[in-house]
T-cell receptor
Framework: GENVEQHPSTLSVQEGDSAVIKCTYSDSASNYFPWYKQELGKRPQLIIDIRSNVGEKKDQRIAVTLNKTAKHFSLHITETQPEDSAVYFCAATFKTIFGAGTRLFVKA | GAVVSQHPSRVICKSGTSVKIECRSLDFQATTMFWYRQFPKKSLMLMATSNEGSKATYEQGVEKDKFLINHASLTLSTLTVTSAHPEDSSFYIC?????????????FGPGTRLTVL
């Protein structure tokens, strides 16, 4: 089955800096890669997604890149703000297998 | 749009009892719903995939007789934890997939925190 690895597990940045979270997947048939943000005690919220026929997608301060050959994709958050602090999960495939999550701390 | 509700939000039960959790897609039809379990500070672990009108597909290591899933309609799936034990205490989250042309986005319910005494 699909296996998704996510790094780093914890990331601390200064407000205004960029944050990058990376994921790799194992199933070459995977074609859908969403990113979710989960705040403490709340449900995961989709923040951006990308399909395999696209290499990059951007939405304001958030961007996702996909390298199908290497089977990895990354989340980029620019100009980070304290409210970006949360746990971020990458996922892959049709039934959404999640990575282990990255706890992002943005220090004011 | 694309709202998923889950009920109850919290439940405390005695060991040996069964608990039913409902997951509803409120404004869209979901042919597929997923059930996840999340331990504190951990990722979401997929338990099973539920397709309307058919038997659920369970992930390896998940006991289908322990976690009964029913997907009776395009807007409702239920998870029943049978003969619950303290080790079943966890945060259970459902999601529903809205398939519309290009996207296969999953929308999550708010979760149910189960505590088994």
């Amino acid at each position: 089955g699909e296996n998704v690895e996510q790094h780093p597990s914890t990331l601390s940045v200064q407000e205004g800096d960029s944050a990058v979270i990376k994921c790799t997947y194992s199933d070459s048939a995977s074609n859908y890669f969403p990113w979710y943000k989960q705040e403490l005690g709340k449900r995961p919220q989709l923040i951006i997604d990308i399909r395999s026929n696209v290499g990059e997608k951007k939405d304001q301060r958030i961007a996702v890149t996909l390298n199908k050959t290497a089977k990895h994709f990354s989340l980029h958050i620019t100009e980070t703000q304290p409210e970006d602090s949360a746990v971020y999960f990458c996922a892959a495939t049709f039934k959404t297998i999640f990575g282990a999550g990255t706890r992002l701390f943005v220090k004011a | 749009g694309a709202v998923v509700s889950q009920h109850p939000s919290r439940v405390i039960c005695k060991s040996g009892t069964s608990v039913k959790i409902e997951c509803r897609s409120l404004d869209f039809q979901a042919t597929t719903m997923f059930w996840y379990r999340q331990f504190p500070k951990k990722s979401l672990m997929l338990m099973a995939t539920s397709n309307e009108g058919s038997k659920a597909t369970y992930e390896q290591g998940v006991e289908k007789d322990k976690f009964l899933i029913n997907h009776a309609s395009l807007t409702l799936s239920t998870l029943t934890v049978t003969s619950a034990h303290p080790e079943d205490s966890s945060f259970y989250i459902c999601s529903a997939r809205a398939t519309s042309g290009y996207t296969d986005t999953q929308y999550f319910g708010p979760g149910t925190r189960l505590t088994v005494l």
